[in-house]
């Protein structure tokens, strides 16, 4: 009986819709129900005890840490067929997930968004693989990274510049793979079939492997996934049904040596390979589920990273030094023509490459004493080379006699190249004055720079102006010579202080204050004014670091023997010098700049009962209210924005599970569960036009609030889980993301359609 209720629990967690850590952890104390009452409330403490987070840098007890932090483990992930961030904003108190399309994925927490892109700008949400910072790429695409076999991933709210560095200025989320084992030989394989809409196949294979090579000192571990999605979209310029179909595969391998229990050495290595055939942006004017452009609009890309972090543990401090070498090549397509109401062929294709170093060296004193620590240091540095290929079309030039182009059909042909650097020293230190309460103190000192150089042999053109006056013959050519921009730097503190509170062994509160920051911004075309008018906004140099504090009171808690559980945060944040996108009205040249401030407040929840062994009931979400309340005139007329004007984030966002374990037939464990996911609408940007104060803008737009229902049901055997799952239910086709820019045709996105599919899961 016992070995059937853990079943049920782990299938709860696994193929249940999203129930955050405190579910987990709560299934996990009570799976043992036949137990008498007094043990239980011991065993329910202890157990809720053990989830075990790295978010302060050392492994703490989740209840112990000063943060808001949602958990999600490598089980809950795997069995619902979770490869890329799907479900995890959903898990996620105050956290939105804009996604215009594949591999545009930019997460918001605390209504820290001026729009859902994020277009030039660092995310204001760091995104970590192991060591490894992924959304430090600004304007481009981030892949969505294969979240089968990894540890757990973390979603730490609030800023946390002291650990995390540049980036994290709303918050960070970790995702944290899985170590070899070296004494067990273990296998285990994932499929997922589902049909989307009205016959979109979709498929998606995972894999692992791991080979003990030397007991208890060298083993290796390999995963692997393969995805194929048919898409729903039809793009009536290129006359392509289902257009936004997706392929994507990859895998990583990891050696653990541990020649000694002082010391251990893990190299990894990993690729991921992801290529939509189209975008999935549609124009609501044309049908639900129809774009027009006159290529695929294509954001595609290749990651290939190699880890070798080194550990050695000292007496009284473990040495961890991290190195991380990273290689990502991409390409971002997209048709342009809407800025001028697609007179004109008007596109752009920019591959690019990204080369990364990080380096971390950190010293973590051993937890049990009255002070613990962290020190360590930071190394980033990246190197962006970018062409850009501005396009019109062969049978336009060939029309109009424009025939003279060095590489026709592209009218303007250059090169940019972006080094970006980032050097940190870091410290915490936590001191106890008792078992109920504790001080912890954060410091982070640093500097930021990034150069933006022009690279000499490519050519512009006067073909603008002459396609929209209908000039005809031979155009202008106009050599680009190099340009060296200025170097943009920044060098300062950021900071966490908190103060910890156990009232009850059941309840621990704290306070805290914390900052953060993102790193400068130099625009790739500063200083250039526009050919197609003249009178329009100069480019400007680029955008400073932004700064943000976060005020923020907590609670974690449990109660009724562990029978509920709750987790509880109220913050304010002031965000000055705000970093802000904008485009140049006539000729959509993008720009970052800054203006005033703006403030954010809310409360975020996370609540899960247990009545019963077999009933989980979770609830969370997050009450928001953003505005800017800071701002020039010259501001407001660069940017758009207005006093008083919302920020890009929901004011209720939240989830409901309802989760039901139960004897099935033979010695099967099943679970059946019921979710709804609620996101209110926001406004997708600045009410106005960038250089035209007061008039708004027609691209101004509000996401549409949207609730998605998912439910399931599986069946747990000894070795092989299998199970059958419907998403959005109710096939809510609501507009999700709102695209900010004049230059797309298609500038929304809706929840997917409805999908009916089965999992069958396999380890040993």
Known sequence: MGSRLFACASMAALFAAPVSALAQATAEALASGQREAEAQASVDAQDLDRIIVTATRRSQPLKDVPLSVTVLSQE????????????????????????????????????????????????????????????????????????????????????????????????????????????????????????????????????????????????????AFKRHEEGYVDNIGTGIDDANTMEAWGGRATLLWEPSDRLSVQLRASQEDSSPEDSGLTNPDLGEDVRYSDLPDRFAGRMTNYNA?????????????????????????????????????????VPYRDDRFVQEVRLVSETGGRVDWVVGGFYFEQQRNADYFYRSSQEFLDAMGMDNLPVSPYYLRFRNTIDQRERALFGELTFRFNDDLWATGGLRYGSTQAQATQQAGGYNSNYLTAALTGATGPLTIIPIAEIVGLEARETGPSYRLSLSWRPT?????????????????????????????????????????????????????????????????????????????????????????????????????????????????????????????????????????????????????????????????????????????????????????????????????????????????????????????????????????????????????????????ARVGYRF
Not at 114 to 141: F, M
Not at 177 to 188: I, M, Q
Not at 323 to 331: E, K, Q, V
Request: without cysteine; glycine residues 10%.
């Open 76 to 223: 809950e992930l795997d069995a619902k067929g979770i490869v890329g961030y799907e479900g995890l904003a959903y898990e996620t108190p105050g956290v939105v997930l804009n996604r215009p399309t594949a591999n545009f994925n930019n997460f918001t927490a605390r209504g820290i968004a001026t729009n859902g892109y994020n277009a030039n700008l660092q995310s204001t949400v760091a995104i970590y693989i192991d060591e490894l910072p992924i959304s430090s790429n600004g304007n481009s695409t981030i892949l969505d990274p294969s979240l089968y076999d990894v540890e757990r991933v973390e979603f730490l709210r609030g800023p946390q510049g002291t650990l995390f560095g540049s980036g994290s200025l709303a918050g960070a989320l970790r995702i944290l793979t899985r170590a070899p084992d070296p004494n067990v030989l273990e296998a285990s394989f994932l499929g997922d079939l589902g049909v989307r809409g009205s016959g979109s196949l979709r498929q998606r294979y995972n894999a692992m492997v791991n080979v003990p090579l030397a007991q208890d000192t060298l083993a290796l571990r390999v995963v």
């Open 309 to 349: 972090t080194i550990g050695y543990q000292f007496d009284g401090a473990r040495l961890t030094s991290s190195s991380t070498w990273s290689d990502y090549a991409a390409h971002f397509d997209v048709d342009l023509a809407a800025t001028f109401g697609h007179l004109i062929p008007f596109g752009l294709e």
């Open 505 to 757: 062994p059941a309840i621990t509160t704290y306070a805290a204050v914390a900052t953060g920051f993102r790193a400068p911004v130099v625009n790739a075309r500063a200083g250039a004014p526009s050919l197609v008018n003249e009178d329009d906004i100069i480019i400007p140099f680029g955008a400073d670091s932004d700064d943000l504090i976060n005020y923020e009171l907590g609670l974690k808690g449990r109660w009724l023997d562990g029978r509920l559980a709750a987790n509880l945060a109220l913050y304010h944040i002031d965000w000055n010098d705000i970093q802000v996108q904008a485009n140049r009205v006539s000729d959509s040249v993008q720009f970052a700049t800054n203006i005033g401030g703006a403030i954010s407040q809310g409360l975020e929840f996370e609540l899960v009962a247990r009545p019963g062994v077999n009933w989980t009931f979770a609830l969370n979400g997050s009450f928001n209210r953003t505005e800017v309340d800071s701002l020039t005139p010259e501001e407001a007329a660069i940017s758009g924005a207005v006093l008083g004007a919302r920020l890009s984030a929901p004011r209720f966002q939240g989830s409901m599970v309802i989760d039901y374990g139960f004897d099935a037939f033979g010695d099967a464990a099943g679970n059946a569960s019921f979710s709804l996911a609620h996101v209110g609408g926001f406004p997708g940007m600045f009410p106005n036009v960038p250089g035209q104060p007061g008039v708004v803008s027609p691209m101004f737009d509000y996401t549409e609030s949207y609730t998605i229902a998912n439910a399931n049901i599986a069946f747990a055997f000894e070795r092989i889980t299998v199970g059958a799952y419907v998403e959005n239910l109710f096939d809510d086709r609501s507009i999700t993301y709102v695209h900010p820019e004049a230059f797309l045709d298609g500038r929304y996105a809706r929840v997917p359609p409805r999908t009916i599919g």
